[in-house]
């Protein structure tokens, strides 16, 4: 099954404000979170209420028929769970708007779009931590400059060693 999924910059651009929400519980970045999602797909904001618990604490989000998404919020999904990262709240978001962007009941859509979401969000922190141990552009130059300067000396000696 292909699934459409925003360009990995909006991705990253949305898992950081969901990021930012849990840290903070500032409700803008959420709102912008969701908004931003919602208008690349094109559908109506989703009602989301906010839980202590779901499901005496069994469940960590549900998507209804009509639209509406019951979520747990971050602060009490950090006191009562054993799994209490930050990443399987965000990636619980992500599943509960992958059964209400794809009206699927099956898990195994929404655990896909959850897949998508996150694939490759993290590789860029690897590509920066190697680039940054990498010399810069202008030491680079000066050490092609000296290479070239000790071929152009090795030419030489072997050219009078030759005469």
Not at 40 to 48: D, E, N, S
Not at 50 to 62: E, F, L, P, Q
Request: net charge positive; glycine share 4%; aromatic share 12%.
């Amino acid at each position: 099954m292909r699934m459409l999924v925003p360009h990995l910059s909006i991705r990253r651009e949305i898992d950081q404000n969901l990021v930012a929400f849990f840290r903070r519980h500032n409700q803008k970045y959420f709102n912008r979170a969701i908004s931003q999602l919602c208008k690349f797909y094109r559908v109506k904001r989703p009602k989301i209420e906010w839980y202590a618990y779901i499901d005496w604490g069994k469940t960590a989000g549900k998507t209804y028929e009509n639209g509406e998404i019951h979520l747990v919020h971050p602060l009490y999904w950090k006191r009562g769970r054993i799994y209490n990262r930050e990443r399987m709240w965000v990636q619980t978001v992500y599943h509960e708007l992958g059964h209400y962007l794809l009206w699927s009941d099956p898990e195994k859509k929404a655990e896909a779009f959850c897949r998508r979401m996150v694939y490759g969000l993290r590789q860029s922190a690897r590509r920066k931590a190697s680039t940054a141990s990498r010399a810069s552009s202008g030491q680079r130059r000066r050490a092609e400059k000296s290479s070239s300067r000790r071929m152009r000396n090795r030419s030489r000696r072997v050219k009078r060693a030759a005469a």
